[in-house]
């Protein structure tokens, strides 16, 4: 088991950065694909981006590819997921998630991963 916790939102304007982390305690972390999604008010939760065990692969929704990049730092067990270019749009709670890194099915899917973090907001005005 793993818990995670997520650090590092918060109000910004349009076109600043932020970079999140999630800190992860109790299993290797090395055992776990990260990922991290998003949830607007009155809407589903939403991937965002993943990486797997090494952090050598790495994926992202189309809606943030080029702006946000995800990372991960094994020998402090934390996750980052650095934000740049933040739109109005970019409104959420993003949480962090946790999965079996031998566990193959899709990525893009919450039911896919089996922890959670807390969740953090990031509000972007205009």
């Known amino acids: 088991q793993v818990q995670l916790v997520e650090s590092g939102g918060g109000l910004v304007q349009t076109g600043d950065s932020l970079r999140l982390s999630c800190a992860a305690s109790?299993?290797?972390?090395?055992?776990?694909?990260m990922g991290w999604f998003r949830q607007a008010p009155g809407k589903e939760r939403d991937f965002v981006a993943a990486i797997n065990w090494s952090g050598d692969n790495t994926y992202y929704a189309d809606s943030v590819k080029g702006r946000f990049t995800i990372s991960r730092d094994n020998a402090k067990n934390t996750v980052y997921l650095q934000m740049n270019s933040l739109k109005p749009e970019d409104t959420a709670v993003y949480y962090c998630?946790?999965?079996?890194?031998?566990?193959?099915?899709?990525?893009?899917?919450?039911?896919?991963?089996?922890?959670w973090g807390q969740g953090t907001q990031v509000t972007v005005s205009s």
């Open positions: 998630a946790a999965r079996s890194r031998y566990f193959s099915n899709s990525y893009l899917y919450p039911l896919n991963y089996a922890y």
């Open positions: 109790g299993r290797t972390f090395s055992s776990y694909a």
